[in-house]
């Protein structure tokens, strides 16, 4: 069975330029969560979706957003990117919105901002 | 304010010679504590849950107890293979969407 998938795995952007990152659940996952791990750090919550609808929001700025589609698939836009932006972007997925499943992972995209 | 602390940041270890990792937490009310394993460039990899004080749960060399405050992953004769940083998170039950996660505890097991 597929795991989370992420797109792109690496990217270089410019301060000020905008990105969008992208994730595709585990087939049956309805819940989607975006985190930030930023180098030494433990990942930091930024979104959770459930069924296209935010269920929850971290202490990110606005320049954070971020989307759930029919097929549970997910997008997380920054724009106006800053250099503490650069980090390992994780997306995991559950089965619901709501329960005790764990968060099941994917490898993440490493953004760099130059 | 709902908080994850981990100890030691970094372990070293003969392999053999078995250890324990700890996780302190404070949250409101506990819905659950999970172990995670993050290997360098890979997302975190799901170990463990745990809900309640006292509950034990055991993969192969891994044991992760739970007291009401803190959680403990015990290594039995660890391998080279199971150098990792494991993570720490818990999921309050007030706020259930969101996971608060430790900084880990990088472990390396030397041959």
């Known amino acids: 069975d597929a795991g989370v998938t992420q797109s792109p795995t690496h990217l270089i952007k410019t301060r000020g330029q905008q990105v969008t990152l992208r994730c595709s659940p585990i087939?049956?996952?309805?819940?989607v969560s975006w985190y930030q791990q930023v180098l030494g750090q433990g990942p930091q919550f930024i979104f959770q979706?459930?069924?296209?609808?935010?269920?929850g929001r971290g202490n990110f700025p606005d320049r954070f957003s971020a989307r759930q589609f029919p097929n549970y698939s997910s997008e997380l836009n920054v724009n106006a990117l800053l250099l503490g932006d650069s980090a390992l972007y994780l997306c995991?997925?559950?089965?619901?919105?709501?329960?005790?499943?764990?968060?099941?992972f994917g490898n993440g995209t490493r953004l760099t901002v130059t | 304010e709902d908080q994850v602390t981990q100890s030691p940041e970094a372990l070293r270890l003969q392999e053999g010679e078995s250890s324990s990792l700890n996780c302190s937490y404070t949250?409101?009310?506990?819905?659950?504590l999970f172990w995670y394993r993050q290997d360098p460039g890979k997302g975190p990899e799901f170990l463990f849950t745990?809900?309640?004080a006292g509950e034990e749960k055991e993969k192969e060399r891994l044991k992760a107890t739970l007291t009401k405050k803190e959680s403990f992953l015990h290594i039995t004769a660890p391998k080279p293979e199971d150098s990792a940083t494991y993570l720490c998170?818990?999921?309050?039950?007030?706020?259930?969407?969101?996971?608060?996660f430790g900084s880990g505890t990088k472990l390396n097991v030397k041959p």
């Open positions: 995991a997925s559950t089965t619901s919105g709501g329960g005790n499943s764990p968060l099941h």
């Open positions: 087939s049956g996952h309805k819940s």
């Open positions: 979706y459930y069924e296209k609808e935010e269920r």
């Open positions: 949250v409101s009310g506990l819905r659950g």
């Open positions: 745990l809900y309640s």
């Open positions: 998170a818990v999921q309050p039950i007030y706020n259930f969407n969101k996971f608060y």
